[in-house]
């Protein structure tokens, strides 16, 4: 069973839009996963704008791929090294540290992801 950031067992990021590497809710991660889809993350504005500034489009669906595009508020798993690439931009976006994976940690101290933490009522 994957453990979250807490070492508690990982709880579902997001049903709806369904999120995670393997597409099942959790950002679960394994050796296939190159980039490390770990970061449950709360959607925002500036976030958005900032990804596909990157070159990555968060915001177009894409049925192909079975992703709906997000907007704001939308819980998604991030890949670590994104979050902290719009960290360092001043555009990172909350965290559900719950639903975090901990492998997160080898990029991130607990403190650090804590101070990023996402205060409002979980959702699946």
């Given at each position: ?6 070492g ?8 709806d ?26 959607m ?9 500034k ?5 915001i ?15 819980r ?19 965290i ?15 403190e ?13």
């Amino acid at each position: 069973m994957s453990k979250n950031v807490f070492g508690q067992p990982l709880i579902s990021c997001s049903k709806d839009p369904l999120t995670g590497f393997f597409r099942t809710g959790c950002c679960e991660t394994d050796e296939q996963d190159q980039g490390t889809h770990t970061v449950c993350a709360v959607m925002t504005e500036s976030f958005l704008t900032f990804s596909l500034k990157m070159g990555n489009d968060l915001i177009s669906p894409r049925p192909n791929l079975r992703f709906p595009g997000l907007k704001p508020g939308d819980r998604w798993c991030l890949c670590a090294n994104r979050w902290i690439q719009a960290y360092k931009a001043g555009t990172a976006p909350p965290i559900v540290l719950e639903a975090t994976h901990e492998k997160t940690l080898e990029y991130l101290p607990l403190e650090e992801l804590v101070k990023h933490a996402y205060t409002g009522k979980i959702k699946s």
